[in-house]
Nanobody, 120 residues
Framework: VQLVESGGGLVLAGGSLRLSCAAS????????MGWYRQAPGKQRELVAT???????NYADSVKGRFTISRDNTKNTVNLQMNSLKPEDTAVYYC???????????????WGQGTQVTVSS
């Protein structure tokens, strides 16, 4: 299973970016998909998650500014980021809890990361 992210870049404070992530490979289903981020010198932290049923969860720091969505038929997840702040600068990672194989065991996969830089 591979997760490929796209959409990162450089943006001015107050601007917007949209991140996308596509999962490929032999997949039976994906329970939860999400986005995490890691800033220099800091631990990786949760940004937002979404279940296959559409239930979402957001970090307090991004509530009201970021929106996560997914397409279960395409195994994709998106993160719309509005009103970006310099403190949102980080490498953003896509995450998926995938069920596959004979026993449909759940495995966690990560994307390679995409850089988001917000300048003031």
């Amino acid at each position: 299973v591979q997760l490929v992210e796209s959409g990162g870049g450089l943006v001015l404070a107050g601007g917007s970016l949209r991140l996308s992530c596509a999962a490929s490979g032999i997949i039976f289903s994906i329970d939860v998909m999400g986005w995490y981020r890691q800033a220099p010198g800091k631990q990786r932290e949760l940004v937002a998650t979404i279940t296959s049923g559409g239930r979402t969860n957001y970090a307090d720091s991004v509530k009201g500014r970021f929106t996560i969505s997914r397409d279960n038929t395409k195994n994709t997840v998106n993160l719309q980021m509005n009103s970006l702040k310099p403190e949102d600068t980080a490498v953003y990672y896509c995450n998926a809890n995938v069920r596959r194989g004979l026993y449909l065991l759940q495995e966690v996969f990560w994307g390679q990361g995409t850089q988001v830089t917000v300048s003031s």
